[in-house]
């Protein structure tokens, strides 16, 4: 028997997410350089992440069942979902740190996992960290040492392009656990994005940070994404800011999985509060997922 979870409160919950952070704190969104996918550095479109039919289990404890879905160079998707629903887990199962119990994971069109940058959840351990801004931005070049374990000239030179990028070239030498969390944050975008040459994966990268420091990581997320045809896989709690910047959503909602579009995203959420009103019960049936341009879990 398939393991399925009946929870109904999605469009409430959902309701309650968006009320954490205030709308204006994305006001900057309109000052990002808008550029022609020609433009990018990336060619944008081909398939490059195929995921079909994937379950992840804990100790035979099941958090993902049966869940398909796929990502096209260039895509902004982001994952969303309650806590525990097993967010974390999937970023894990794509970078290769979690195999999945059955189903399959394909990175096509020679992607390969040194290519995927990686900003991981924040932990109070991390803030600690005794390294100086440069040596951890730095970090981030390991996977692509091809020779010796000494970073190259080239290595430092991506590692100062990514601190100027974020506007962090004054605290090179500092202290990191010196900084302010959004500081830090800065500090960790730097470092994921020297392993980032084709898609970056970020797992709640605005937690702790107040809203002009959110504003900003979104934007800067979100114009390394159309200027440089970087793919995002973001995770997030937030979800004005999902349907402000993504291009497409998955949500690990325990009774049912979406994913689409975020026009198909929208409209899966009206529903679900319509839905929610009239005490009518269709969109945990198991085609309405499709027929709003997701994938059903069932
Ligand atoms: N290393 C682990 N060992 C055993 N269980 C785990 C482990 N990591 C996570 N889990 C469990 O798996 C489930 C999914 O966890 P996960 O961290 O993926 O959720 P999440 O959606 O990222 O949540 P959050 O929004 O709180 O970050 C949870 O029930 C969690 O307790
Ligand atoms: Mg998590």
Known sequence: MPFVFKRKKFSADIDKEAKIRPVGAWKNYSKVQRITPA???????????DVEGISLSYDSKPVVNNLSFQVNQGDYLCIVGENGSGKTTLLD??????????????????????????????T??????????FEIVMSGCIGRQNKGPFFSKNDRNTAFTNMEKLGITSLSSRSYRELSGGQQQRVLLARALCSATRVLMLDEPVTGLDPKAASD???????????????????????????????????LDKSKYFFGTVENFTQYRDKAASEKQTGEDTLYGNSDAYKYGGTDIN
Do not use: W
């Open 39 to 49: 433009e990018c550095k990336n060619p944008v479109g081909n398939k490059i992440i």
């Open 217 to 251: 990581m979104y934007s800067l997320v979100y114009d390394i994404n159309k200027k440089e045809g970087i793919t995002i896989i973001m995770i997030s709690h937030d979800i004005s800011s999902v349907l402000k910047y993504a291009s497409h959503v998955l949500s």
């Open 93 to 122: 199962a794509l970078l290769g740190l979690k195999k999945p119990d059955c189903g399959k994971i394909d990175l096509l069109d020679k992607l390969k996992r040194n290519d995927i940058g990686f900003l991981p959840q924040h």
């Open 124 to 133: 109070e351990v991390q803030r600690d960290f005794p390294a100086t801004v």
